[in-house]
């Protein structure tokens, strides 16, 4: 009989965990918490998930959430995740997954930060290699964008910490929903000309995506700049202030401009990083893209923009495993190591 494991990727701004019996995956939890403001309250909120997942007797154990700037260091981060694993399953053995495509001991992990340090898009490429030996990985999230090459089954990514993945087009820091917007655009369409945006924290990606109908209130799970909530009407107002204004000023038709404009040039920043990569390969570059995230259609648009063929993460995971896809990864990792 197979050990049931649960597979975890703790991030900064989300906790994701997916349970694993057998090839299935029966329950996923997907949990937004914002570490840096309650760094102390992350063992508590792993326990609450793991009841909800019905418990392990393994755990494997990816995370980003050591970039949080409750942290000092990346060290530090790594270890107060590990400690809370520790405190919320004292019983359980942990398996933490590292970006040398290793899983390591707690204690080794400790001693290995940067090297167990936001390691999930390895664990979600190694996974993709088994299936599709010649791929982009394309893992669009709420905050940031994996492009992953894979050549002939193995992952060939050039960056291994996330200074290096920024310089290489590995990674790219545009999300669906978390993204301040006066990042993405220093100019929107106001009126037939170009306008300035505000530098200031008034909108994010999610307020463009809920305007146009790519996602819904209930996806919206981040929190709003302002703090009201999360209707059409709410996003509106959120996105005009980016230009100084309010809907009585510019109108649905000026709303819907700017949150276009948005969109359009979130999908050539990651269209950008996938040339980069592709550049990169020269003739060996893959020409398939294989989707991920709770961002596939941001994915798909700026897979499309160098032609590249799309297949899907989900015919593999499903839709809930695909959008947790480093949870996922991890636990089938896991359990292929612990068969071999």
Request: glycine letters at 8%.
């Amino acid at each position: 009989m197979k050990t049931r494991i649960i597979g975890w990727d703790v991030g900064g701004a989300n906790v994701k965990a997916a349970r694993l019996e057998g090839d299935a995956l029966p329950a996923i939890v997907e949990r937004p918490f914002a570490l840096w403001r309650e760094p102390t309250r992350l063992g508590e909120v792993l326990r609450e998930v793991g009841a909800a997942l019905g418990g392990a007797p393994r755990m494997a154990v990816t995370m980003t959430a050591e970039l949080a700037d409750c942290f000092a260091t990346k060290h530090e981060g790594v270890a107060s995740v590990l400690d809370a694993f520790a405190a919320a399953f004292p019983e359980v053995t942990l398996d933490v997954f590292g970006t040398d495509g290793r899983f390591h001991a707690a204690e080794e992990a400790r001693r290995r930060a940067l090297t167990v340090a936001s390691a999930n898009w390895m664990a979600t490429a190694a996974l993709v290699a088994d299936h599709w030996p010649d791929a982009i990985l394309i893992d669009v999230g709420s905050t940031t964008t994996d492009i992953i090459p894979i050549v002939s089954g193995r992952v060939v990514a050039r960056g291994r910490t996330d200074p290096g993945r920024l310089r290489s087009g590995e990674l790219i820091y545009t999300g669906l929903l978390r993204t301040p917007l006066c990042a993405v655009v220093r100019f929107v369409p106001l009126k037939g000309r170009r306008c300035r945006v505000a530098a200031e924290h008034f909108a994010i990606a999610a307020d463009a995506h809920l305007w146009l109908g790519r996602i819904d209130a209930a996806e919206y799970s981040c929190e709003t700049p302002d703090g009201r909530g999360r209707s059409r009407e709410e996003a509106a107002s959120r996105l005009a202030r980016i230009v100084c204004a309010d809907t009585e000023m510019i109108g649905d038709a000026g709303v819907t401009a700017i949150a276009q404009h948005v969109v359009a040039a979130q999908t050539r920043q990651i269209a950008s990083g996938i040339r980069q990569v592709l550049r990169r390969l020269g003739a060996a570059a893959p020409r398939t893209a294989v989707i991920a995230g709770s961002g596939t259609v941001l994915a798909r648009a700026a897979a499309e923009k160098p032609g590249l063929a799309i297949d899907a993460l989900d015919s593999r995971l499903g839709t809930a495993g695909a959008r947790a896809a480093p949870a996922a990864a991890v636990a089938h990792l896991l359990a292929r190591e612990l068969e071999q």
